[in-house]
């Protein structure tokens, strides 16, 4: 578009003023007026916004909610009708029995029906015999009423000396009748109307109590239909919907519309319980394989409905959760809220958490190697310390720790574990290995010292590794140009946890492993398969819920796939002998209790005081083996008495990887140990050298009786 373009000069006067800048205006025409719309785009847009909004809409579904009402209601009157007044209703048990293979119950059915139509034969005989019966009694009721009324009119003549009142009695009662006959004949026009309207609202009513109209048109307060009891009605209705042919046919079929197919339904938890016996035809895996469709069916979340496999045949068990239930939080775990609470390895089993169904879930270690696995962040490191937590109150148990993500989760078990190894490096990962290889050799001797006496007993001996796929995955290798980490017969760490996994369990030797988002790289599978007790938290797919818990448990229903990435914290499914669940279930889902870091800290403390002088080595030493005792005795020299705080100095520089971390606790665990302690010697803790000395000589002879 041309613009036009006015220039303004302005001359200035002659003088020294000086020259002004021309001033250039530029003149814009108004732009031309948008294009008229047509009338029918126009007369379109309204019609759409009409149709489509939302009063329309409420409009549109209360004609139909309140039509539908009527008519369904007529069809649920003329049904009871029918069942009243034919065997319908027993015919639908009979085949319903005879469905569930019940044929004693089809047999009762049947002579209730041979009863009824016994009964109705009678009725219709006697209704035969009952017109003429009747036109007696009437006959009889009218010349009884004439003579009546015709005998008080001669009372009433007698009396009133006028023989015109003989008929007054008859004259008033037709009078009566005919003011009856002219009531009718004003107020028929009227019931004529009315009539058919009383009716119909009758039949509305019956249908809006039965709420006889599709989802979509009831009201908004009744169509979100979240949180509504599970009734068998909702639970068949939710089977015939699912997409299985052969089950919605076996429904339609059956005389009770798939009832028979339910079990009782049971309060179980935060939620319910029914035993689904399905039809011929239809396999359980059919309806696993729908969790999501039957749970909108039911008017739940994916994550609030099991499905489980038990031991009948053909059956399904589902639990389906109270709306919104999962996502609240359980209660605080025994261990925290009762301080006498105590632990037995062998006959004790530990509060883990709760299952679905609100029951406690308590879990048996008692020689059961322990694998749990899920993705990070989910609870995994909780979960496994809490086990550890109430094992620990058993002062017989001893543990050897490998932490390899080193911020401090382990951390209280210092003066509880016999080996503490905290981080998250290559160097911490050799370590662990190195501490699982030594707990084979405790191994082996114990066997050795079994074989030699079958009556002996052993401590029980817990070696965990939390986040073992940093072991699994190291690329370190040692000088013999084996490798630490790997699934190779040549590989350190795979061959120790192997070995354990086989004959550990005899002289109770433990592995408890923590692992994240399995893989066949970092989890083999004959290490995963040699654990009693497979737990996993939340997982990316049914391939990794196989490795975690096994083929059989997720083929059973387990679902940790199905499990929700953070919402679900803390929520376990465990397949093991060591916990109670249904019988013939493989698996259960346990919501496990959260035991925070200082209320762990507290738990510790009490363990710590069921135990005397548990020194915790937090880095293990290979070729010279450190001797506590001896160095303490070594740094003291001929001093007769030296500050522990000097002591631990002296200590450091010795062998800063063994002492560098050790503190005043470290010090005086290794004395208590020995028959000493620290004293104290013008109001500070001193070590003596005569009380190590002593205790030097006590150790050795009591060495020396033992080999004698």
């Known amino acids: 578009m041309s613009e036009n373009v006015v220039r303004l000069v302005k001359t200035p006067p002659t003088g020294t003023e000086p020259e002004v800048t021309p001033t250039v205006l530029t003149v814009v025409p108004d732009a031309p007026p948008a294009p008229l719309v047509p009338l029918w785009v126009r007369s379109g847009r309204a019609v759409k916004t009409a149709v489509t909004h939302e009063n329309t809409k409420s409009a549109a579904r209360a004609v139909a909610r309140h039509s539908l009402y009527t008519f369904n209601g007529g069809r649920i009157v003329a049904r009871r009708t029918w069942d009243g007044k034919t065997g319908a209703r027993y015919e639908r048990m009979i085949r319903a029995a005879e469905a569930a293979g019940n044929l004693e119950l089809a047999e009762e059915w049947e002579e209730r029906l041979t009863r009824f139509r016994q009964a109705r034969h009678h009725r219709r005989m006697d209704l035969l015999h009952s017109p003429v019966e009747a036109a007696k009694g009437v006959g009889v009721g009218a010349a009884m009423s004439v003579g009546v009324l015709v005998a008080l009119g001669v009372v009433m003549a007698i009396n009133n000396h006028d023989i015109r009142d003989v008929i007054t009695p008859l004259k008033a009662t037709i009078d009566f009748i005919a003011a009856l006959i002219r009531f009718v004949q004003v107020i028929w026009p009227t019931a004529v109307i009315l009539g058919p309207l009383f009716a119909l609202l009758a039949l509305w009513s019956v249908g809006s109590k039965q709420q006889a109209a599709p989802q979509w048109a009831l009201p908004a307060n009744t169509r979100s239909s979240e949180g509504e009891p599970i009734t068998p009605s909702i639970v068949v209705k939710a089977l015939r919907d699912l997409g299985v042919p052969a089950l919605r046919n076996a429904i339609k079929e059956m005389g009770d519309a798939g009832a028979s197919m339910l079990g009782p339904i049971t309060l179980a938890g935060c939620g319910v319980e029914v035993d689904v016996q399905l039809p011929s035809g239809v396999a359980t895996n059919e309806v696993q394989q729908r969790r999501r469709k039957l749970a909108e069916n039911l008017t739940r979340h994916e994550h609030e409905v099991f499905i489980t496999i038990p031991e009948a045949a053909r059956t399904v068990r589902l639990w389906i959760a109270d709306s919104g239930a999962l996502d609240e939080p359980i209660g605080p775990s025994p261990l925290v809220t009762d301080e006498t609470i105590t632990a037995n390895y062998k006959t004790g089993k530990a509060p883990w958490g709760q299952d679905l169904r609100g029951d406690a879930a308590e879990l048996s270690t008692y020689q ?163 654990a009693h007790t497979r737990a996993s938290l939340v997982l990316g797919s049914e391939s990794q819920a196989k490795m975690a818990l096994g083929d059989k448990a997720v083929e059973d229903g387990a679902a940790p796939h199905m499990l929700r990435q953070g919402l679900d914290r803390g929520t376990l499914v465990v397949a093991s002998d060591g916990i109670d669940m249904p019988k013939g279930q493989s698996s259960i889902t346990v919501r496990t209790h959260f035991i925070d870091d200082d209320p762990s800290k507290e738990i510790a403390n009490r363990a710590k005081a069921l135990r005397s002088g548990v020194t915790t080595l937090h880095v293990i030493e290979r070729g010279e083996q450190r001797d506590p005792l001896a160095d303490i005795a070594s740094v003291l020299g001929t001093e007769s008495r030296v500050f522990t705080q000097d002591v631990l100095k002296r200590l450091a520089v010795l062998d800063a990887d063994a002492y560098g971390r050790w503190t005043n606790g470290d010090l005086k665990r290794v004395l208590e140990a020995a028959g000493e302690e620290p004293k104290k010697s013008h109001g500070r803790m001193v070590v003596r050298r005569e009380d190590v000395a002593r205790a030097l000589e006590n150790r050795d002879a009591d060495g020396s009786a033992s080999a004698s």
């Not at 630490?484 to 350190?492: D, F, M, P, V």
Request: charged share 25%; glycine share 6%.
């Open 368 to 530: 059961r190697h322990l694998l749990i696995t899920g993705r990070s962040n989910q609870g995994k490191t909780v979960a496994l310390r809490s086990l550890a937590l109430w094992l620990a109150l058993d002062k017989s148990v001893e543990f050897w720790i490998a932490d390899l993500k080193g911020v401090g989760d382990w951390s209280m078990f210092d003066g509880i574990a016999d080996v503490l190894i905290e981080g998250p490096s290559d160097d911490h990962c050799i370590q662990a290995t190195e501490m699982v290889e030594d707990a084979v050799t405790e191994m082996n001797r114990r066997i050795e010292v079994r074989l030699r006496d079958a009556n002996v007993t052993f401590p029980p001996l817990i070696v965990l590794v939390d986040e073992a796929q940093k072991a699994f995955m190291c690329p370190a290798v040692d000088d013999a140009k084996r490798p630490y980490g790997g699934s190779k017969a040549t590989s350190r760490y795979f061959m120790a946890a192997r070995t354990i996994h086989n004959q550990g369990r005899a002289v109770d030797v433990l592995l408890w492993q923590g692992t994240q988002d399995p893989t066949d790289q970092n989890l083999p599978k004959l290490v995963r398969e040699g």
